[in-house]
């Protein structure tokens, strides 16, 4: 079987390298990105408002569709009075695919998966750990690791040979309960084509 399916590749490769725009990588971009994140629902009255950075990675997956991997970094200041942590680190990784229709050209929607990790951002030296636990905040203490899904909207608004300019703007929905944690991202990005 395994022979079978080694001549099959090696039959098909031709096909492939004769159509390198409809192959798997035939491109790829990386990039840089930089917005503000605004939180909905229950987040409203938890945090602020954050300003974020973060790098991509994009890739031909097929003719209209592009597959891509994301990493930014925020930071969450807290909104109530009398939180006993500065604030919460967030680190978050997206994987996803771009679909580009000729019919709304150059808008590409695409979805994908979210993990999000959350550290609470506070003095160690003045808090007990595990009595603090319990208070507002405290649970943000040790790492905390959260995953969902997004949708996004991409526009490319400047194009150049390598370079591009665009606009994203991303809704992120984690699944944590007892609620769910919802998250509207509006940034740009400056991206440069590997090849």
Not at 9 to 34: K, M, N, R
Not at 55 to 71: C, K, M, P, S, T
Not at 128 to 145: A, K, P, Q, V, Y
Request: proline share 4%; with cysteine; glycine share 10%.
């Amino acid at each position: 079987m395994k022979r079978w399916l080694l001549a099959l590749v090696l039959c098909l490769s031709p096909v492939f390298a004769q159509h390198p725009a409809d192959s798997a990588f035939s491109h790829i971009y990386v990039s840089i990105e930089g917005g503000e994140q605004y939180p909905f629902g229950d987040l409203i009255d938890a945090v602020e408002n954050s300003f974020y950075g973060g790098v991509g990675f994009r890739y031909a997956y097929l003719e209209n569709i592009d597959g891509f991997i994301l990493f930014d970094y925020s930071y969450f200041k807290p909104v109530p009075e009398g939180v006993k942590i500065y604030g919460a680190h967030q680190f978050s990784g997206k994987l996803g695919l771009d679909f580009k229709w000729k019919a709304i050209a150059p808008l590409a929607i695409g979805a994908g998966f979210v993990c999000d990790w959350v550290r609470g951002d506070y003095d160690e030296d003045k808090l007990d750990e595990i009595s603090f636990h319990n208070d507002l905040g405290g649970t943000l203490t040790d790492n905390e690791t959260e995953f969902g899904w997004f949708a996004r909207l991409n526009l490319p608004l400047i194009r150049k040979e390598t370079y591009k300019v665009g606009f994203n703007a991303l809704w992120k929905e984690l699944w944590t309960l007892p609620k769910r944690s919802e998250m509207l991202s509006v940034g740009v990005y400056v991206e440069r084509r590997i090849w």
